[in-house]
């Protein structure tokens, strides 16, 4: 369906109080959107409109997603930045540890996305956005199980683009690097020497510094926008170069 372009677009956010789902909330607030942030916290002194929603809990996600769109009036953009990291190589976490990655980070996209779409099919210029990783394409040391979710993120982006292509309902995704946001600073904060492991992280993006969480959020709001109607099925890197660049050392 044509967007119209005198309506307020409509856009929910897992994830959406913190972090790269904050910085897209109040980067699409200021382009005109009305936004909900679907989380497990509430948003703190940003104005951005709150439902309580848990992506492991599918009635909740059902009855979350019924109250964003009683608030919005609608559904037009569905982002779905909600998860969560683990740290470790193949052998160092348990069955559980998998599990529970693996019903945030990639359950969790489907059962909210699942509760979405009734509501996109309604909407105008109907987008999702998931938020994969440079882990998604890339070998990173000691992620192996958040690499495999973002992974299936991106699978899953790609699926989900090609299912809904004749819906006129456009998928995309956004593979970070690693993102300067209070979820990095809490890993930090647990290795040996702080200072050292994010001088690490810096250095290992090509552009010598972490990727910020505006950065992120203008190009999911690129793919959000109706005016990128061509872009579905898109993976867009923004990883400070760690996919596709190798310079010298």
Do not use: F
Not at 200 to 217: F, N
């Amino acid at each position: 369906m044509m967007s119209d372009p005198s309506r307020r677009r409509r856009a929910a956010i897992t994830g959406g109080s913190s972090g790269i789902g904050l910085a897209t909330g109040l980067m699409m607030v200021e382009s005109g959107y009305d936004v909900v942030s679907m989380d497990v916290t509430a948003p703190q002194d940003s104005g951005l409109a709150y439902v309580r929603t848990d992506v492991r809990d599918p009635a909740m996600v059902e009855s979350s997603m019924e109250a964003v769109v009683s608030e919005l009036g609608g559904l037009d953009v569905l982002v779905n930045s909600a998860g969560i990291s683990s740290v470790g190589a193949v052998e160092a976490n348990s069955d559980e540890e998998w599990l529970a990655s693996l019903d945030v980070n990639v359950i969790g996209v489907a059962r909210v996305t699942r509760s979405a779409l009734p509501h996109l099919r309604e909407g105008e210029g109907p987008v999702v956005v998931n938020l994969a990783s440079v882990a998604s394409h890339t070998g990173i040391p000691n992620r192996v199980i958040y690499s495999a979710t973002k992974g299936a993120v991106l699978a899953m982006t790609l699926a989900m683009a090609t299912d809904y292509l004749t819906e006129g309902i456009r998928v995309n995704a956004v593979a970070p690097g690693t993102v300067d946001t209070p979820w990095v600073a809490r890993l930090l904060d647990k290795a040996d020497d702080p200072i050292t492991a994010r001088q690490a992280l810096e250095a290992r993006q090509p552009i010598g510094r972490l990727v910020t969480a505006q950065e992120v959020a203008l190009a999911i709001c690129y793919l959000a926008d109706p005016r990128a109607g061509s872009a579905t099925g898109t993976v867009l890197d923004v990883d400070g170069g760690m996919h596709r660049l190798a310079p010298p050392r």
